[in-house]
């Protein structure tokens, strides 16, 4: 975001209805911050004068466009439930024009730059998870999204861009193709099934949980986790966050990757569930998993190896992609199990019962 992208006039009328200080403009300070793909988001510094004292407040301006728009009606509706205790407060929005939208954040002052060395801090985004799970499982009034046919639709542009890649570029690729088809093809009724699994149900998600949409801040003595960017909140499964967490940490972390199951198991504990592993919830675990990668993740990496020219940064995306296929090839292996063990079951509800002689 530059200087110009945002109207300096209201973001001064927005400080001062809200501070009731007057504000020079030469006082705000407009910084960049790394921001999403389709928005931009920036730190704003500002002097207030006002009484004795100037004072100096801080907020996050961000400018939402295209489908990301959807996230000021998100803040909206999660701010007036349950959304002001996972999330930053939305402190003001303001329509700039069709599609665009400017949102005033709280500023979320960050305990540690990369807390997720710590198992607790893992855990504690889970356990975070946990109750905004258990608090919507009713569901919300969140903006319509047909989530499925967008899902399908990202999954099959993967498909198509993972059969024209050369095979050398991506090792794991060439042994993953033939299960990502299979996977693409399934992924309907591998969402069926696991917006059907119970106890978890459906429930208002995050959407898009990974190190670079979680803070940890301190506040009133307590250390606590705090979700951003919400563009992507739907109703869903619970396991779409978990697995999104756990598959995301773990490729920077070894050690929450070595701790995988026990922090899965944690979640469910969390939940107030059985803390079992049993192969129904593992399967949908998974399904959830290759859904994530589908969603967007898998088909970025391997279009910036397709478009790699520094060996470097072929081989990060690579690396990158050979992750997100290994979750493919499981969720291939569970849904082909499953489809053998539901093939069976009809078999023998189908089979006629057999007369004593």
Request: include cysteine; charge should be positive; hydrophobic fraction near 45%.
């Amino acid at each position: 975001m530059t200087r110009d992208a945002l109207d300096r006039a209201a973001v001064t009328a927005f400080l001062v209805a809200r501070h009731g200080d007057a504000v020079c403009d030469s006082a705000i300070e407009i910084r960049p911050l790394p921001g999403g793909l389709c928005s931009e988001v920036a730190l704003v510094t500002a002097r207030l004068r006002g009484g004795a004292r100037a004072r100096r407040v801080t907020l996050v301006a961000k400018l939402v466009h295209g489908t990301a728009a959807r996230e000021a009606a998100v803040y909206r509706r999660l701010s007036r439930s349950v959304g002001r205790r996972f999330s930053p407060e939305l402190l003001g929005a303001e329509r700039l024009g069709r599609g665009r939208w400017l949102l005033y954040l709280e500023r979320i002052e960050p305990a540690h730059a990369w807390p997720w060395a710590d198992s607790a801090h893992t855990a504690r985004v889970l356990d975070r998870l946990a109750r905004l799970h258990e608090e919507t499982a009713q569901g919300a009034a969140l903006p319509a999204w047909d989530y499925e046919a967008e899902n399908l639709a990202r999954a099959r542009d993967t498909l198509s861009l993972a059969e024209r890649l050369p095979r050398g570029e991506i090792p794991a690729l060439a042994r993953t193709l033939p299960a990502l088809r299979r996977v693409v093809s399934a992924l309907p009724a591998m969402r069926r099934e696991l917006l059907a699994f119970q106890p978890l149900g459906r429930a208002v998600i995050h959407g898009d949980v990974h190190p670079g949409n979680v803070m940890v801040r301190r506040r009133d003595g307590v250390v606590e986790p705090v979700l951003l960017d919400w563009a992507r909140a739907r109703i869903g499964s619970p396991l779409e966050d978990v697995s999104s967490w756990l598959q995301a940490l773990g490729y920077w972390e070894p050690e929450a990757r070595r701790r995988h199951d026990t922090l899965l198991a944690g979640y469910l504990a969390a939940r107030g569930l059985a803390p079992a592993l049993t192969r129904p919830l593992r399967d949908v675990y998974w399904f959830a998993a290759a859904s994530n990668a589908l969603a967007g993740a898998l088909g970025h990496h391997l279009a910036v190896a397709c478009g790699a020219s520094a060996p470097g940064a072929l081989e990060a995306a690579a690396r990158n992609a050979a992750d997100w296929l290994r979750v493919i090839r499981r969720a291939d292996a569970c849904w082909s199990c499953g489809a053998r063990g539901r093939r069976s079951a009809r078999g023998r509800r189908a089979r006629p019962a057999t007369r004593a002689t």
